[in-house]
């Protein structure tokens, strides 16, 4: 098809931008974007000196996909870097607070007529070694051998390196097809410290992601960037694949559920604590690991009674038997054992076959025509391995270094039917304390880099509690930060997830949640003594964290159904406060103790509410379509809150006026936690995550074995 088109040329600085040819240099330097990040800046630059709203650059960039307003946040930030002249400097785009942004230096427009030929879903590549979407400010993840492709702006996987790989596929068979690695950034709203799984066919990633303010599983085809919301699954985790790739399965609440990808609702498969790790035999069934049982357990795919198709061997001493993964007979698995003779084991459903096949090791994969993957230490192995002996073939081989240890739960990494491997690298540091100011100014970072999920800060504001993602382990502990010297002291060690961190009135002590028994029981630390207690008894249901009053008298706490309060001295009967909402969460108590404020879904999107305390009376929705983690001011006058889109809200309580908004925050708000925190609502310290590197891997295996 003939097309006449304008090649406009839009010069700025020592930066050029070609509309046609799609490509930005600086002084006749290429410097690659990927399709998304090229739109953005078209678009501003095609506009320069005039205010592009957010809503505007939305519609023309991602027109008809539903797109978090973080990921257009993120996108501008990378553009800003690339488009650095020099390091600190911020000449070009400039952000017009609440609206949108302004692309702000002189440009100089030329247009030229020209044809072009194309027909529709071409991709013209050649079979050579390419570097596409390099990101210009991380040169070291560009390589020749093979090729890479490395998408760093917006999460974009490039699909023009999809087309590489199918036209080698077709050109010629007869030869061996180069190994291909491509680097992808995901959105921020992307659930950190979870490796996307890749579908039994290579075509699909499935992640979890915070959409609308609520964690929700999302997939992803690989030749695109959108991120389709999977219905049924708010507050839903840990997902894994059928063999046939049309459902999921994947952990709500303490259900192990499933749900059709061509719709309807979720149905329950089986009653489970918490995964550790799961898979989906070709014959219907599923084998799964719980962290609180230790072994593995069967079931139907259509649900049913689980059974354990395992038991730990004091003997050997084993302590936990974890992520199982299936053979293609839908029989035996393999699945990591802990303890003094740990390492991947073969077992059978009917536990015919208990055997060890790699003793340095953890998490076995087999991969067609006979390979075993593996991780060890940080490295991922490969070995051939022979089906009919259930025994490997060779000496284990390194494929990559720097793999990411995954989470107590989480793998490090998956595998699809054809070798495609996907896993996230290395990177221990994806998020960064930020304080701002009232209007929205960033100010300064307040410690290290670190993997943060959540924050509270002391009565008086010097110090911080904070959930911590061991980069080492794969654990989540709690963490103290002095904001006075940066001192970081670890408070917890347990291989266990440990959150929702509250400070005592006098900051002594820090309570938080966590299931290192079984159950989630809370915990008390005294900083003093640095002894650790539980709160109660043994528990036989899940019991949370909310809040310390400000007189250090009660600590109140939430179970299934109610929220109720004890002594903090841990003497006299729980006292039921109220009924709990449906995804009733985040109870603050004021500072003066008159009002408590809470989220729930009871007005089907999650809305923040105030009630008098503690008799939960006077009852009110404040927040204007959506909101979530309610925080007082000091002195308990003003209510702070994210709308679901992230932007932080203000509450006169004592006025009663109409919430306020106050500026655009970093976050993709995610329900249930606590990702910022103020003392004198001036300023405000938040979790500000970066880009999540994840790697692809396609043609490695039998490359790297031949």
Not at 609 to 634: M, N
Not at 646 to 661: E, F, M, N, Q
Request: hydrophobic share 35%; net charge neutral; proline share 7%.
């Amino acid at each position: 098809m003939v097309v006449n088109n304008v090649n406009r040329h839009f010069q700025f600085g020592p930066f050029l931008l070609d509309s046609r040819e799609r490509q930005l240099s600086r002084e006749g330097e290429p410097i690659r974007l990927t399709p998304k990040a090229f739109d953005v800046l078209l678009v501003l630059v095609s506009r320069a000196g005039h205010l592009v709203t957010k809503e505007e650059l939305l519609k023309e960039v991602w027109p008809d996909t539903f797109v978090e307003e973080g990921n257009l946040s993120y996108t501008v930030s990378l553009l800003r870097k690339v488009l650095e002249v020099e390091p600190g400097t911020d000449t070009y785009i400039a952000t017009v607070q609440k609206l949108g942004y302004r692309f702000t230096a002189p440009v100089r427009a030329a247009e030229e007529s020209s044809e072009t030929v194309s027909g529709p879903g071409h991709v013209a590549v050649e079979p050579q070694d390419v570097a596409l979407e390099s990101e210009r400010h991380a040169p070291s993840r560009l390589t020749t051998r093979g090729w890479l492709a490395t998408a760093a702006i917006g999460g974009v996987l490039v699909f023009a390196a999809f087309a590489f790989t199918k036209y080698l596929r077709q050109a010629d068979h007869s030869r061996p097809l180069p190994p291909a690695k491509l680097e992808i950034v995901l959105p921020p709203n992307v659930e950190e410290g979870k490796e996307p799984s890749i579908s039994p066919d290579g075509r699909f990633l499935v992640m979890t992601a915070i959409v609308h303010g609520r964690m929700q599983i999302v997939v992803r085809p690989m030749e695109s960037t959108e991120l389709r919301p999977v219905p049924g699954t708010d507050r839903g985790w840990m997902p894994f694949w059928s063999p046939d790739g049309r459902s999921l399965a994947f952990l709500q609440g303490r259900k192990l559920r499933r749900v059709e990808l061509s719709g309807g609702e979720p149905t329950d498969i089986c009653d489970v604590a918490l995964l550790a790790g799961g898979d989906w035999s070709e014959n219907g069934v599923i084998l799964f690991g719980e962290e609180h049982g230790k072994v593995l357990y069967r079931a139907g795919a259509n649900g049913g009674t689980r059974q354990a198709v395992t038991s730990l061997d004091a003997s050997r001493g084993e302590v936990a038997h974890r992520w199982p993964s299936f053979l293609p007979d839908g029989h035996h698995f393999f699945y990591t054992v802990e303890g003094p003779e740990g390492g991947i084991y073969v077992g059978a459903l009917d536990r015919s076959t208990q055997k060890r096949i790699v003793r340095e090791g953890r998490v076995g994969r087999y991969v067609p025509p006979g390979y075993i993957l593996f991780l060890r230490g940080q490295t991922l192995m490969a070995q051939r391995f022979d089906l009919r002996s259930l025994e490997p073939q060779s000496e284990p081989t390194p494929l990559v270094d720097g793999m990411g240890l995954g989470s107590m739960t989480g793998s490090g990494f998956s595998v699809s039917r054809d070798g495609t491997i996907v896993f996230r690298p290395a990177q221990p540091d994806p998020t960064q304390l930020v304080w701002y100011g009232r209007d929205g100014s960033r100010l300064a970072t307040a410690g290290q880099p670190g993997s943060y999920r959540q924050v509270a800060l002391s009565a008086r504001g010097q110090q911080v509690a904070i959930s911590r993602r061991d980069p080492a382990t794969g654990n989540l502990n709690i963490y103290t930060l002095d904001l006075s010297t940066g001192v970081m002291s670890p408070q917890t060690t347990a291989r266990s997830i440990d959150g929702d961190p509250r400070w005592s009135p006098d900051e002594r002590t820090v309570l938080f949640t966590s299931n290192r028994t079984g159950w989630m029981r809370p915990f008390k630390k005294d900083l003093k003594t640095s002894k650790e207690d539980p709160l109660l008894d043994e528990a036989s249901a899940d019991v949370y964290v909310e809040d310390w009053t400000s007189d250090g008298r009660l600590i109140v706490l939430r179970s299934q159904d109610v929220w109720f309060a004890i002594a903090a001295s841990g003497r006299g009967t729980p006292t039921r406060l109220a009924p709990r909402p449906p995804s009733g969460d985040q109870l603050r108590v004021s500072p003066t103790r008159e009002w408590v404020a809470f989220e729930s879904t009871e007005s089907a999107q999650t809305e923040v509410y105030v009630a008098t305390f503690p008799h939960f009376l006077e009852r009110r929705k404040i927040s204007l379509d959506g909101g979530t983690q309610p925080v007082w001011r000091r002195d308990g006058r003003e209510l702070f809150y994210l709308s679901l889109k992230g932007a932080l809200t203000a509450v006169d309580i004592a006025g009663g006026s109409r919430p306020t908004p106050l500026f655009t925050t970093p976050l993709q708000p995610t329900t249930g936690l606590d990702e910022y925190g103020t003392v004198d609502g001036q300023r405000f310290l938040f979790i500000e995550k970066k880009g999540q590197t994840v790697t692809i891997l396609m043609n490695w295996i039998e490359t790297r074995l031949r």
